[in-house]
């Protein structure tokens, strides 16, 4: 996917999403607690095992970040903007 196709698939996600160097997808998430970020996490990666397609996490007190690419391709293809769609529900 090339770096313009990323920018168009973004108006699928939440505008929290941001595109980096055209090669991963990153979000951020406040919490008021770590228990809550935690959750979050779970939950995001339940989903991450039902869809077979797995995002990078950083874990931290009241704070998750995501990212996500195709680490087979290492760049982005529609299934991480379809990952990242589905991380919006949570």
């Known amino acids: 996917?090339?770096?313009?196709?990323?920018e168009g698939m973004k108006s699928e996600v939440n505008s929290d999403w941001d595109v980096i160097d055209g090669h991963h997808l990153e979000r951020v998430w406040t919490f008021s607690d770590f228990e809550s970020a935690l959750d979050?996490?779970?939950a995001a990666g339940a989903i991450c095992e039902q869809q077979g397609h797995h995002a990078?996490?950083?874990?931290?007190w009241g704070r998750v970040k995501a990212l996500i690419w195709t680490h087979k391709i290492d760049g982005l293809t529609e299934s991480d903007f379809i990952?990242?769609?589905?991380?919006d529900e949570i």
């Open 56 to 60: 990078d996490f950083e874990l931290g």
């Open 1 to 6: 996917m090339t770096a313009q196709e990323a």
């Open 83 to 87: 990952l990242a769609a589905k991380f």
């Open 40 to 42: 979050f996490v779970n």
